[in-house]
C-alpha cells in the first residue's frame, strides 16, 4: 500500500530533550516535507526537500533541523525542543511533477513539550 | 504578501448543498487544491484546478477564476462523514503551497 509513515503518533516530552520524528515514504517520491498545524493558523512548513541530499527552508524553520540521506526518508529533528514547539506536524511527499499532483500526508504526530 | 481566505466555519444540514469558498492574493498561479481534513487525521487531496471553469468528482465539485482570485468546492447530497475541515492551497510562482488556514464544515442531521 502507498503510504507515508510517521512515527511516534505522539509524543510527550520536555523543554530540551534532543527528539527525531521519523517519515518514510514508500512511492519513490522525489519531493518530501514537514508541515505544523496548531489552531486557527494554516498548515505552516518547516522545511523542504526536493531530492536527496537537497532540503530548504520553509516559512518557520527555526528551532528544527532535517536531513534526506535517502529518498524514501525524512526525520525531523528537534535539537532543543520548547513549549512554543507544541503542535500536529505532519510528513508530506509527492512525485516530481508536484505542480500537478497531489500531497500524500502522514497520520501526523502530536508533540506535547512542558 | 501572499494570502488565502476562507470562512472559519460553516454549517449545512444532511443532503444539502454547500458552497465554500476561497479568494487568494499570491505570487504567481501554478494552480489550486482543496484537501478535505477530518479532525486529529491527516489531509487528504480532493481536487486540483488550473483552468478557469468548474470540475466535477462525483459529489464534490469545484470552480476556479483566475481574473477573479477565487475558487469554491461545492458539495452536493451531503452526508454526516462530509463533516470535516476543507483545506484550500494555491501553488505560488516558486511552486510552493500557499495554505488557507481551512473551513470546518458542521453537518447537522
Known amino acids: 500500500e502507498a503510504q507515508v509513515t510517521q512515527n511516534p503518533r505522539y509524543l510527550i516530552t520536555v523543554t530540551g530533550k534532543k527528539l527525531t520524528v521519523t517519515c518514510s515514504q514508500n512511492?519513490?517520491?522525489?519531493?518530501m516535507s514537514w508541515y505544523r498545524q496548531d489552531p486557527g493558523l494554516g498548515l505552516r512548513q518547516i522545511y523542504y526537500?526536493?531530492?536527496?541530499?537537497?532540503?530548504d527552508k520553509g516559512d518557520v524553520p527555526e528551532g528544527y533541523k532535517v536531513s534526506r540521506k535517502e529518498k524514501r526518508n525524512f526525520p525531523l529533528i528537534l535539537e532543543s525542543p520548547s513549549p512554543n514547539q507544541t503542535s500536529l506536524y505532519f510528513c508530506?511527499?509527492?512525485?516530481?511533477?508536484?505542480?500537478?499532483?497531489?500531497?500524500?500526508f502522514g497520520n501526523g504526530t502530536r508533540l506535547t513539550v512542558t | 504578501g501572499q494570502n488565502i481566505d476562507q470562512p472559519t466555519e460553516m454549517t449545512a444540514t444532511e443532503g444539502a448543498i454547500v458552497q465554500i469558498n476561497c479568494t487568494y492574493q499570491?505570487?504567481?498561479?501554478?494552480?489550486l487544491f482543496w484537501y478535505q481534513q477530518h479532525a486529529g487525521e491527516a489531509p487528504t487531496f480532493l481536487s486540483y484546478?488550473?483552468l478557469d471553469g468548474l470540475e466535477e468528482k462525483g459529489r464534490f465539485s469545484s470552480f476556479l477564476s483566475r481574473s477573479k482570485g477565487y475558487s469554491y468546492l461545492l458539495l452536493k447530497e451531503l452526508q454526516m462523514k462530509d463533516s470535516a475541515s476543507y483545506l484550500c492551497?494555491?501553488?505560488?510562482?516558486?511552486?510552493?503551497?500557499?495554505w488557507g488556514a481551512g473551513t470546518k464544515l458542521i453537518i447537522k442531521p
Open positions: 508530506a511527499s509527492s512525485s516530481r511533477d508536484r505542480e500537478t499532483s497531489p500531497l500524500h
Open positions: 484546478n488550473v
Open positions: 492551497a494555491v501553488m505560488d510562482s516558486n511552486y510552493q503551497l500557499i
Open positions: 512511492m519513490n517520491h522525489e519531493y
Open positions: 526537500s526536493m531530492n536527496v541530499e537537497v532540503t
Open positions: 499570491t505570487s504567481g498561479f501554478n494552480g
